[in-house]
DNA sequence: AGATATTTTTCCCTTACGGTAAAATTGTGT
DNA sequence: ACACAATTTTACCGTAAGGGAAAAATATCT
């Protein structure tokens, strides 16, 4: 598998969609627990997961920070 | 001055924020053109210049991008 | 099949967004 | 400092959509 330490670029919701649900397949938690550790409904992380492009950007923040994926912005 | 290379972790909005204010600046635009550059309202623009948390994931996205930062996420 | 997990749907409330215009801030020149 | 201009922020409103909860519909396992 891809390592945990590689750089992803991110182009959109999607992107980071698929990087969420690979991180808690392998914490091995379900969505419902997951929301709840985040402080969100399952929905959200359902949506998230599957790349809903409209979602809240602090909420977005909040769940990769607590599934131990940190974002980076680089100016070009 | 840090170079514009440098990798910032973005932990919040308002950190996205003035990095977006810095560019434009750059640039010698206004938010009216800018907004209008990125087809979105002059008021979203102050707002996330600002750190408003609850702005559209991919709007930030977009404007982000025309702007010319790129968003990467990494896993811990 | 049965149990578990995920996605989708429905109902309801809240809020983001854009447009416009006014208020506030910042910047410039004299 | 002062006046004036330019830029940014804020307020109001209508529309559209997000988000939560829970149930229903699919999917995925053993």
Redesign the interface.
């Known amino acids: 598998m891809t390592?945990?330490?590689?750089?992803?670029?991110?182009?959109?919701?999607t992107?980071?969609g698929k990087?969420i649900r690979a991180?808690r397949k392998e914490i091995e938690m379900t969505q419902a627990d997951f929301a709840g550790l985040c402080n969100v409904g399952i929905r959200f992380i359902s949506e998230l997961e599957n790349g809903k492009?409209?979602?809240?950007?602090?909420r977005?923040?909040r769940v990769?920070?607590l599934i131990?994926?940190?974002?980076?912005?680089?100016?070009?």
């Open positions: 390592p945990s330490s590689e750089m992803t670029l991110i182009k959109n919701a992107d980071i990087m991180k492009p409209t979602l809240e950007f602090d977005v923040l990769t920070q131990g994926i940190d974002l980076f912005a680089k100016g070009r």
